[in-house]
């Protein structure tokens, strides 16, 4: 069993609002989540959610979209409507696969988006990097993450590894427009050889299926390597089952995007990454 390590101090305990109204499910992240030491609370629609997160105020809300009475959708945005609840994370739950529902949980302010049925590791995945940024945040006493964002993005440098020489073109030129350099790569030994030989990038975007070493080899040897390890890797891929999403984060993946992907999604994941990798720097500055 995947034993998750939640980064929060370590005198105190997260505590998530479940939101979901099926018993399989919340039983299952209950029993699962207070193994790694989060404290849960479950609200079984939207207006028992919106009740509970004023008295609670959690770390963070896993909301499912299909709910009796209003909708994850309508939720979300009444969540960030609300000066006092704003800045909690919500990360959306539903079996919803397709492009357009992912769009609209982004759009209505979701930090993320799992899709069901998922795996226990990816969850954890997605929790720890959001109370990661919640503790780097409180450490560096601050609030809003939207200067830290905007520094990145003028910064940033992104590898793109993709053999798909349209769909390389296009991601890359998408990320330009926002600000963002890039490095392009084809293949993962090309990915490995301008590690060397370029600037560290501050993210990598790794295909998976590409000629010559795959993309699971080519992150295991970005991890294995003392100067690219703490480098961020987000998996894009067709691959969809569970077992290719569990072996990503396995060779040491930070994320994983399933194509066809809407750039909403690729740049939310981007951005939580990059504040993340950030707030880490900025510590380390504060600390020396």
Known sequence: ?????????????????????????????IEYLKKIGIHISVARNGEEALRQVKILQPNLILLDIMLPGIDGFETCQRLKNSFDTKEIPVIFMTAFSDTTNKVKAFEAGGTDYLTKPFDLKEIVA?????????????????????????????????????DNEMTLHLICGYLEKLGFQTIKAMTGEDALIRLKEQTLPDLILLDVMMP???????????????????????????????SHKIKAFEVGGADYITKPHHYAEVIARVNTHLTLRTLQKLLRKKSE
């Not at 699971?216 to 067709?238: D, G, S, W």
Request: charge should be neutral; hydrophobic fraction near 40%; aromatic fraction near 4%.
């Open 126 to 162: 997605r929790i720890e990097t959001r109370l990661t940024i919640q503790k780097l945040q409180k450490r560096l006493h601050t609030r809003s993450l939207s200067t830290v964002r905007h520094e990145e993005t003028e910064k940033a440098i992104i590898l793109v590894a993709e």
């Open 212 to 242: 010559g070493i795959d993309g699971f080899e080519t992150c295991r040897q970005i991890k294995a390597n003392p100067l690219t390890r703490e480098i961020p890797v987000i998996f894009m891929t067709a691959l969809t089952d569970i």
């Open 1 to 29: 069993m995947y034993q998750g390590k939640i980064a929060m101090d370590t005198q105190e305990k997260a505590t998530i609002l479940i939101v979901e109204d099926n018993p399989l499910t919340v039983y299952t992240l």
